[in-house]
């Protein structure tokens, strides 16, 4: 079990847990939720044993491995699935061991113990976790190093994931996810075998994957049963009765307080208004939960209405390289007050298609009929680079009014969320999601007819999420939106497009009917072509294919050999005169050991056969 027992944590002089306590039992799912800032983050390092508590203590079963996302993206020379099995150091120490050992009573606890833990297994269940991540087969041999940065920290999460930790720490998971990717997420964590912590924003990660929510709130930890929707429901059932408790006691001590000051001076009431005195001293003040209102989020309305379509692609084919276009024979119309969600995996074109449609990129072929007098409103969550880190919220809307006067301009910056000091306050000093405020501010400043959102999500704590959800249903104009926060796309999204295969296609299912089409069709969904850190453009690069045979050939002959090789030294230890009335345990062990090996040597065999048909097809 893990206990925290009346902690205390500060950072920089600010108290964010005060004595607070929570048990989190063996095999739990935790979902942690609280408002941006309050310190969930820094629980995690303080579990981790990265920072102090003031008092209190944290314990954590001495057996227990904790696991959590690396702060840095992995990089090097290695491959991807070599990157992620690396992440099991026993399986890793094993292995390593089990080259040189020489007595036969070692090498039988080494080949028991790798059976055990199934490590003959490990590259399975390793390209599994990636294929799910969203990376293909050949995407797992290549070397690391030449992955951007978003999709080395999905190899993190691979390997963390893989190395199924007892407590596993994950902080935002799906940042570096698109829509494909949280719904296998979400799979995995609601069957992991053990206990798990997620800071998550995402509502469907919490009312899917776990059984728990931990809130952090005013520096108190309260831990709720059930899922997220059931927390809302608890809390707002506590919430109601702490201000119904708060009310009686004001009255009370107001009555009190009323008593004592009309006969504190007689002296026939004097030991009776002191006798009341010593109640409200003793009267222990009850706050009422207050509700910490979330800054609302607002669309301009458009001065214009348009007529319908106000965008129509006809057999439009686009992308960075004329001789490999990332999209193909696009047609598709876009009306007035449409509201679509691009679906697919991230690099088969959802950016390419919105940078289209915004005017961005120039189609290769075909035809695209914008409305006259057109206006798009185009926010992506990259665009963060783009702001001024030295200037305020206020200084980036002064240059969008240059003209106008002082109160109109802080009138506007308040209406994008910035109102009073918190408009001069430096962008590097802003949180993330104050940051997506800002660019969704700027991005819709001048009232567009279509609005384009490019992950808005991130970085925006479960109420802004909901804050633009009512925004984007409240605009007039058209949205498009990719986002793998699965409710905003059920709340506001009435048309769905798959982006997938150099298409568009209209996908007539719901979210649920797609999930289950991720989930079952998983290692078959079209693949990211590009994810090469050195390429100018995320989505122009190579087209999907399997490792080439020869190189599946190479690998299985490799790991026969490794194989044959330990069956070897278990049938050295097995020969050795009267094992099995000398020591029938060991012998035990090792005659299990040698049935794991054969196995894991039958399955390396299917492989080079099933590799070599493909060569030999190949060539003829």
Known sequence: MLSITD??????????????????VPGARVGFVGRNGVGKSTLFHAIRGDVPTESGS???????????????????????????????????????????????????????????IDAHSAPARAAAILSGLGFSTADQARPCAEFSGGWRMRVALAATLFSAPDLLLLDEPTNYLDLEGTLWLEDHLANYPRTVIVISHDRDLLDTSVDQILHLDRGQL??????????????????????????????????????????KA???????????????????????????????????????????????????????????????????????????????ANGNGKSTLVKLLAGKLPPFSGAITRADKLSVGYFAQHQVDELNLDASPYDHVRKLMPDSPESKVRGRVGAIGFSGKAGDTLVKSLSGGEKARLLLGLATFFG????????PTNHLDIDSRAALAEAINDFPGAVIMVSHDRYLIEACAERL???????????????????????????????????????ARPEHGRTEKRMPPKQRIAQAEAEIERITGIIAKIDTALALPDIFTRDPKQATQLTKARAGAESALRRAEEEWLEASAGYDEAAN
């Open 222 to 263: 309260t831990l709720y049963k059930g899922t997220y929707s059931s927390f809302e429901e608890q809390r707002a059932a506590r919430e109601l009765l702490d201000a119904k408790h708060a009310k009686r006691q004001a009255d009370e001590r107001k009555r009190l307080q009323a008593f004592v000051d009309r006969f």
């Open 58 to 116: 944290i314990t954590v079963p001495p057996r227990w491995r904790i696991g959590s996302l690396a702060q840095e993206a992995p990089d090097g020379p290695e491959s991807l699935i070599n990157m992620v099995l690396k992440a099991d150091l026993e399986r890793e120490a094993l292995l390593r061991e089990a080259e040189t050992a020489q007595d036969p009573h070692r090498i039988a606890e080494i080949q028991t113990r790798l059976v055990d």
């Open 7 to 24: 902690i205390s944590v500060r950072i920089a002089g600010r108290l964010l847990i005060d004595h607070s306590s929570v048990q989190i």
């Open 266 to 344: 007689k002296a026939s009431k004097a030991r009776q208004a002191q006798s009341r005195v010593k109640m409200l001293e003793r009267m222990k003040p009850v706050t009422a939960l207050v509700t910490q209102d979330v800054r609302e989020i607002s669309f301009p309305t458009p001065e214009k209405t348009l007529s319908p379509p106000i965008i129509a692609v006809d057999g439009v084919s686009v992308g960075y390289d004329a001789s490999k276009p990332v999209l193909n024979r696009v047609t598709l119309r876009i009306d007035t007050d449409d509201r679509i969600a691009l679906l697919g």
């Open 497 to 535: 497009w798959v982006v997938a295969n150099q298409a568009v296609t209209a996908y007539d299912g719901d979210l649920d009917d797609y999930r289950r089409m991720i989930l079952s069709a998983n290692d078959g969904r079209p693949a990211p072509r590009e994810r090469s850190r050195e390429a």
């Open 448 to 455: 567009p007819n279509m609005i384009i959102l490019d992950e």
